[in-house]
């Protein structure tokens, strides 16, 4: 076996998704409801602390990229970039939003329709335009900044202090230097590692049945279990294709192709669809969201028993930062020879628009559908799932099938890249040493993405999405607090070494 390996917390992490997945299995009705009393324990007594996190990252990363440490650059003084921009923006994108923004983007504004916020009234005027407002703000600068703030507080100590180690302990540096072995640095490395899986297994539980469903309209497969297995089977070959080709020619070209294949479907929808309603409805999305962003970072739906807080915005919050880590050292990756302002700005500007975009087109074309009596899409949904949902909006294109083959492509390389850029970062956090331009071996990404498939499976096999939206919060929780301690870190290592230079 590697002498590089991590055997503790390989060993650990293995052990802990046998840990919760095997008991799921067995008695599946159980193990849902306690996780879901697990989620209202800690949305209801906790929400509010999520709620302050985002906007609390907000004004950090505001602070770090106009301030004088703006300008600080990722590696030496003179490095370039080592990928090109749209490369960069393609890689970062794909291991940021994953398969999940697939779903959501084209039928979240269904849930907030039916169930508005603010005291909107179910199926209204005012509940349409919170329902193509809300996913916009959900996948926009604050999930970018529960992103970018562990990038920052990990790439600095990698890249400027030239600290041998790509793993979240990285990020508390500043306290742990000479300590990278000692055990609170292996404690928030075991943290990081089943929150990662948490957050990436919530994904791909998003993702599965979504895929299924496609491939089920295409080729007439009856969808179930089955398919959804043979589904993450599919994405695992890919993605093996894609560790045996390396981080260049695998990672970052699926990105690009998908990148590519994306604007595409998306360009198709947008003047296949209600192209003018989509036009409007955006616009005043984009509108909505700016005007009222303030209030809705700080509401926290006090005086209603609505839950739509709770449900949808501290379960948003707490995926972004229980993937935040992972979405981190996988930029740290690929950001070499940037400054801190670029990456702020790169990930909170192209990161928003890219989600916008999906909202905007995809979400605006079915709701069209909805608003215009051609499709009652909340009538699907009611009978069978919002997957359902997705493919019958879908059907009501000109050349359905190919649009609906582009959507099934988009999903599965979003999957895959998910997978590729999961278990990369898995591999490095079980790895004692990773230097700026070393990859992990081959078998251990491979392994940990044959392991990053068991507990999604398990998460369709017990509830689907809503058992997924659970999980994803109660392994974020310890990932929230010690996020408060990497940034404190980054800000006295930044104070500490600027002053050094001055």
């Not at 990698?158 to 180690?165: I, M, S």
Request: glycine share 10%; with cysteine.
């Amino acid at each position: 076996m590697d002498a590089n390996l991590d055997k503790t917390n390989f060993t650990a992490t293995l052990f802990v998704i046998f840990l919760v997945s095997v008991p799921l299995v067995l008695n599946p009705e159980g193990g849902a409801a306690l996780v879901q009393q697990s989620y209202a324990f800690i949305a209801t007594n906790f929400g509010w602390l999520y709620a302050l996190a985002g906007i609390g990252a907000i004004l950090v990363l505001a602070w770090l990229a106009f301030g004088r440490y703006g300008k600080v650059r990722l590696g030496a003084a003179d490095e370039t970039p080592e990928y090109s921009t749209y490369s960069w923006i393609a890689m970062l994108f794909c291991a940021g939003v994953g398969a999940g923004l697939m779903y959501w983007s084209a039928i979240e504004w269904a849930y907030y329709y039916d169930g508005p916020p603010f005291g909107a009234e179910p199926h209204s005027v005012e509940a349409a335009k919170w329902a193509s407002s809300y996913g916009i703000f959900h996948w926009g600068f604050t999930a970018w900044a529960f992103y970018c703030l562990p990038t920052l507080a990990i790439a600095y100590p990698f890249y400027a202090q030239k600290v041998p180690v790509l793993k979240y302990s990285v990020g508390c540096h500043y306290w742990l230097e000479g300590k990278e072995e000692s055990l609170p640095a292996r404690a928030m490395d075991f943290l990081f590692m089943i929150a990662m899986i948490g957050g990436a297994g919530s994904s791909l539980g998003f993702s599965t049945p979504l895929i299924a469903a496609l491939i089920s309209r295409l080729t007439g497969i009856e969808t179930g279990f089955g398919l959804e297995v043979g589904v993450v089977l599919l994405c695992v070959i890919i993605f093996a294709t894609s560790v045996y080709l390396g981080l260049e020619r695998g990672i970052k070209r699926l990105s690009d192709i998908n990148m590519f294949v994306a604007l595409v479907l998306l360009a198709f929808v947008f003047v296949a669809g209600p192209s003018l309603f989509i036009v409007k409805t955006s616009l005043n999305s984009i509108g909505t969201v700016i005007q009222n962003y303030v209030a809705m970072s700080f509401w926290t739906d006090p005086f209603t028993e609505s839950r739509f807080f709770e449900d949808w915005t501290v379960f948003y919050w707490a995926w972004w930062i229980a993937y935040g880590p992972f979405v981190g050292m996988f930029v740290t990756r690929i950001s070499r020879g940037r400054t801190i302002r670029q990456v702020i700005g790169g990930m909170l500007l192209y990161g928003t628009l890219g989600g916008a975009l999906f909202y905007m087109v995809l979400g605006n074309f079915s709701l069209g559908l909805q608003m215009s009596g051609e499709l009652d899409v909340l009538a699907v949904m009611a009978q069978s799932d919002g997957n359902q949902a997705i493919v019958a909006s879908f059907d009501q294109l000109p050349l359905a099938g190919l649009a609906i083959g582009l959507f099934c492509f988009v999903s599965i390389i979003f999957s895959a890249t998910t997978y590729d850029s999961a278990s990369y970062i898995l591999a490095s956090s079980a790895s004692h040493r990773l230097h700026p331009s070393e990859d992990p071996p081959r078998w251990h990404r491979s392994f940990w993405a044959v392991a990053l498939a068991i507990l999604p499976l398990t998460l369709m096999y017990i509830g689907g999405i809503k058992v997924a939206q659970t999980s994803v919060l109660v392994a974020s929780l310890p990932i929230l607090l010690t996020g408060v301690l990497s940034t404190i870190a980054l800000i006295k290592s930044l104070q500490r070494d600027h002053s050094a230079q001055e």
